[in-house]
């Protein structure tokens, strides 16, 4: 089964910092993709960053400069450390793992976060 599990979401204020952190299981994590996405009601979730299996990462642009992917394969969990926090970024925020080779991709529930003073 595969599952993955976010936490680290919670309350911030403006320029404050959190880090989320995805734990996942039953997929072999190392040639999986992971991605963090955010979604806020009436807004397509989007992207705000990946990092490769090879490590590469890549930020949205909204987020570029403040938040930092980054993946440890050894406790199989992806981060993201997120700084100069803003309203805007309020959110629930969703764990991603997609394989090389396949169109398969994964899901965690999600873990809300808001920023607010």
């Known amino acids: 089964q595969v599952q993955l599990v976010e936490s680290g979401g919670g309350l911030a204020q403006p320029g404050g910092s959190l880090r989320l952190s995805c734990a996942a299981s039953?997929?072999?994590?190392?040639?999986?993709?992971m991605g963090w996405y955010r979604q806020t009601p009436g807004k397509q979730r989007e992207l705000v960053a990946v990092?490769?299996?090879?490590?590469?990462?890549y930020h949205a642009n909204a987020v570029k400069g403040r938040f930092t992917i980054s993946r440890s394969n050894a406790e199989n969990t992806v981060y993201l450390q997120m700084n100069s926090l803003k309203p805007e970024d309020t959110a629930i925020y969703y764990c991603?793992?997609?394989?090389?080779?396949?169109?398969?991709?994964?899901w965690g529930q999600g873990t809300q976060v808001t920023v607010s003073s």
């Open positions: 991603n793992a997609k394989p090389l080779l396949l169109q398969n991709e994964y």
């Open positions: 990092i490769y299996s090879g490590g590469t990462t």
């Open positions: 039953g997929i072999i994590f190392d040639y999986y993709n």
